[in-house]
């Protein structure tokens, strides 16, 4: 009796053994070509995606991009199709990415760092890019006020009076070609531009 039930408990362990090894092996199979889970590339994620597949969602996704931009009392949207935005990998740069994810190392690897950002080559019509400012309602005079510096000023009985800061909703049009370019770069798909208004200088 005692000889079946330690038969049995051999025979038990095997089958656990080998069904996590047939596991393992599985995993290791899949993942030999595969992105770990949890993968993000400027941005985007891409658990379980080959390099193949990441490449051509890198073209695909910034020729039908679109981006919100939103303001104290201003709405805009952004498509790349306007300034003829596009990105392109560097050839062999996703598949170095992949090779920085050890196959044999699937059971642990959702839980090391896999946030990436890939370099690509970008390109856009800089002159459609620099006009699409004017174009927007964030840039429109009806809807925006300029922020005033704090001034001193004698009042008509000779008292210095202090005029205090007045904040704005102009938008510093560098920052914000920048954070646009960022957004796009990094599939940010809304922006918020309080913090790039355009402050009183003296406060």
Do not use: C
């Not at 038990?12 to 770990?36: C, E, M, P, Q, S």
């Not at 910034?62 to 935005?85: A, C, H, P, Q, W």
């Not at 990415?97 to 950002?117: A, E, G, S, T």
Request: no cysteine.
């Amino acid at each position: 009796m005692n000889k079946h039930k330690k038969r049995a408990k051999i025979i038990k362990k095997i089958f656990i053994l080998g069904t996590i090894g047939l596991i393992y092996a599985t995993g290791v199979f899949f993942f030999n070509d595969r992105f770990t889970y949890g993968t993000v590339i400027n941005g985007t994620k891409y658990s379980f995606k080959t390099p193949t597949y990441v490449a051509n969602n890198i073209s695909n996704r910034t020729r039908n991009y679109t981006l919100k931009i939103k303001g104290d009392n201003t709405y805009d949207e952004v498509t790349s199709s306007e300034f003829d935005y596009g990105e392109t990998y560097i050839e062999g740069s996703i598949l170095d990415l992949k090779n920085k994810q050890n196959p044999y190392l699937w059971p642990i690897n959702p839980f090391l760092n896999k946030k990436y950002n890939l370099k690509t080559n970008i390109t856009y019509d800089e002159y459609k890019f620099k006009n699409l400012y004017s174009g927007l309602e964030l840039a429109d005079d009806t809807k925006v006020r300029d922020s005033k510096s704090a001034t001193l000023e004698f009042d008509d009985k000779g008292r210095l009076i202090e005029e205090k800061e007045v904040y704005g909703n102009r938008v510093d049009k560098n920052k914000l070609e920048k954070a646009i370019l960022n957004a796009f770069h990094n599939d940010i798909d809304e922006i918020n531009v309080k913090n790039l208004y355009i402050k009183p200088k003296y406060t």
